[in-house]
């Protein structure tokens, strides 16, 4: 990840959640040319595509969190301090959708969605 990545306030990454992970491999691979690489993290799979050896985005099965919400792409904002910028959105009108939580070796994250409605998350990534 280069640095202007983790730059506070970049959108820093895409996250496809589905149904169905090999129909959106088989799509999304073939409509971006992207090289698709399966890695297990946690308890779940992760795909990670990347385009010309680059990570661009990640493709993962529904977490049993998301319910009955369809498949969606989602994006990440690059903050500092992830709690700080949670209690931030919601003192500027947003709602706390998935609280501040670890991705083990990536950094912390949350989901929040603007007083409009519309869901993104936020993110810290560890230093490494």
């Not at 306030?9 to 129909?23: H, K, P, Q, R, Y």
């Not at 990347?50 to 969190?65: L, N, S």
């Not at 959105?89 to 969605?113: N, T, Y």
């Amino acid at each position: 990840m280069t640095g202007c990545m983790k730059q506070h306030g970049t959108f820093s990454w895409n996250e496809l959640m589905t149904t169905d992970v090999a129909a959106a491999k088989a799509f999304y691979g073939k409509l971006f040319n992207w090289e698709l690489e399966d890695m297990q993290t946690c308890d779940m799979g992760y795909t990670m595509a990347k385009a010309e050896g680059k990570q661009v985005a990640g493709i993962m099965a529904m977490p049993p969190e998301a319910g009955e919400m369809p498949p969606a792409w989602g994006a990440y904002v690059t903050v500092t301090d992830v709690e700080a910028s949670a209690k931030q959105a919601e003192a500027l009108g947003g709602k706390i959708v998935l609280a501040p939580r670890d991705i083990p070796d990536v950094g912390r994250f949350c989901v929040v969605s603007d007083p409009q409605g519309a869901i993104f998350s936020l993110i810290t990534y560890l230093e490494k």
